[in-house]
Every structure is written in C-alpha cells, then in structure tokens.
C-alpha cells in the first residue's frame, strides 16, 4: 500500500496520526529530560535538549516540531527553571520549525544536505535567541555575553548530534518506515 492509498484509507489515516502523535510525544519527553539537566564544564553547563530538538526537526513536520522544540523546551523550563522558559518556548520553537522546513521544503534530492543546512540555520537561532533572551531576562548584556561560548558550543553539538543519530544510527530510516516515508 503506498502513501496516497494509506491516508484515502480512514483506518490507514488514523493510525498514521496516532503513530506521529506517539513520535512527537517521545521527542517532547526527551526533549523535558534533557533540559531538566545540563553537562557541568568550566563555567556553565550544556544541555542536550537541542540534539533532540534538531532530530526531531529533521523528521517532522513544521507543527509537530514546534511542539516538540518549542512547547516541550517550555515544559522543561516550567518544570525545573522557569525563568526563562518563554525565552525557549519562542528560541527553540522557532529553531525547530525552520530546521524542519529546511528539511523538508530544500534539496529534496539531498536530504542530508538539507538537513545539514537547517540545523545549522538552527542552531544560529537558539544563539542569538538566547543571547538576546538572557539579556531580557537577567536584564544585564554582560550576563548573556558570558553565557554566549556555551550557547555557541550547545548549537554546535545539538546540530552535530542531531545529524549524527538521524543519519548515522538509522533513526530516519527506522522513522519512514514506521511512517511510510510521509
């Protein structure tokens, strides 16, 4: 059964909803857990919540990513540091829904240059997001300055990681086959 035949079939469609619905939820939670802890290096800490984030981007869609970056980066933040949790609900939104219509909308015939490209699009958005953010929130531009080498250095990895466990360790092919590549 092909795609068009999958969502023309009321039975077919519904469980193709529930499978992506169960897929953005799995990201979501991830994405709660992994902002809920950070990394400790010198002077700071890193998260991983931007590796989920890219992932998640990468393989869906627009809606569905902002769900996962941007209300489950919210979530996090509500639950363990709320004070700049509308500053990641509006960075990582934003990041999520650009990475995903990068991959998607660009390089149809290259995925992975696509990818590579929104993610990196990506993780310029959740630095100068964050930047601009921590400047608001803790009302000091030293203060986000600081924090800029981690932001940086989080964008970096988030994107690599992203990339690397969408295409290295089969997560896209494992994600279209449980889709049907839609």
Not at 87 to 116: C, E, M, N, W, Y
Request: glycine share 10%; aromatic share 10%.
């Amino acid at each position: 059964m092909n795609a068009n035949n999958r969502t023309a079939n009321p039975n077919a469609a519904i469980h193709l909803a529930t499978v992506r619905l169960t897929i953005a939820a799995f990201f979501m939670a991830m994405n709660i857990v992994c902002s809920s802890f950070g990394i400790p290096v010198p002077g700071g800490h890193l998260y991983l919540c931007d590796a989920v984030i890219s992932l998640a981007a990468i393989l869906l869609n627009p809606f569905e990513a902002f769900v996962v970056g941007g209300i489950g980066s919210f979530l996090g933040d509500l639950f363990f540091y709320p004070l700049p949790m509308f500053v990641s609900l509006v960075t990582h939104g934003l990041q999520a829904v650009v990475i995903s219509l990068i991959a998607h909308k660009t390089f149809k015939d290259h995925p992975r240059i696509a990818a590579g490209i929104g993610v990196s699009v990506g993780a310029i958005i959740m630095v100068v997001g964050y930047t601009l953010g921590k400047t608001f929130v803790y009302s000091t531009w030293e203060t986000a300055v600081v924090k800029l080498p981690y932001e940086i250095a989080q964008g970096a990895l988030g994107a690599i990681l992203g990339m690397l466990l969408c295409f290295r360790c089969g997560i896209k092919k494992l994600f279209d086959r449980m889709t049907g590549g839609v």
